[in-house]
Nanobody, 131 residues
Framework: QVQLVESGGGLVQAGGSLRLSCAAS??????????MAWFRQAPGKDREFVAA????????ATADSVKGRFTISRDNAKNTVYLQMNSLKPEDTAVYYC??????????????????????WGQGTQVTVSS
């Protein structure tokens, strides 16, 4: 069984920063061979893509709404993916979810931005940005 555990959420003022972490574990899960991503869901809205990183770790993708403010990265030695969020805005308020593919999914250098491509999901961490 694969487990994804997010942490780092909280309450922050507009303009502030937070760093989310997602720790992956599982007997048969090979973290360094799985594409990873972050999604978010605000109250009353659909889940939306935020950022993704390829299996290689070389390529990343971010949503237009967070481009230039959010950065995704991974540390394969720690089985952890991060989301650095700077210049936060009230509209960034949402529950943030970490997602993972099956190991060896797809192309080694490709990022996947669609939720349906991801098999494993964390429970989410709340981010609230006050104005």
């Amino acid at each position: 069984q694969v487990q994804l555990v997010e942490s780092g959420g909280g309450l922050v003022q507009a303009g502030g920063s937070l760093r989310l972490s997602c720790a992956a574990s599982g007997r048969t899960f090979t973290f360094n061979n799985s594409p990873m991503a972050w999604f978010r869901q605000a109250p009353g809205k659909d889940r939306e893509f935020v950022a993704a990183i390829s299996r290689s770790g070389v390529n990343t993708a971010t949503a237009d709404s967070v481009k230039g403010r959010f950065t995704i990265s991974r540390d394969n030695a720690k089985n952890t993916v991060y989301l650095q969020m700077n210049s936060l805005k009230p509209e960034d308020t949402a529950v943030y979810y970490c997602a993972a593919n099956e190991p060896n999914y797809g192309n080694y250098y490709v990022t996947y931005t669609q939720a349906h491509r991801y098999t494993y999901w964390g429970q989410g961490t709340q981010v609230t940005v006050s104005s």
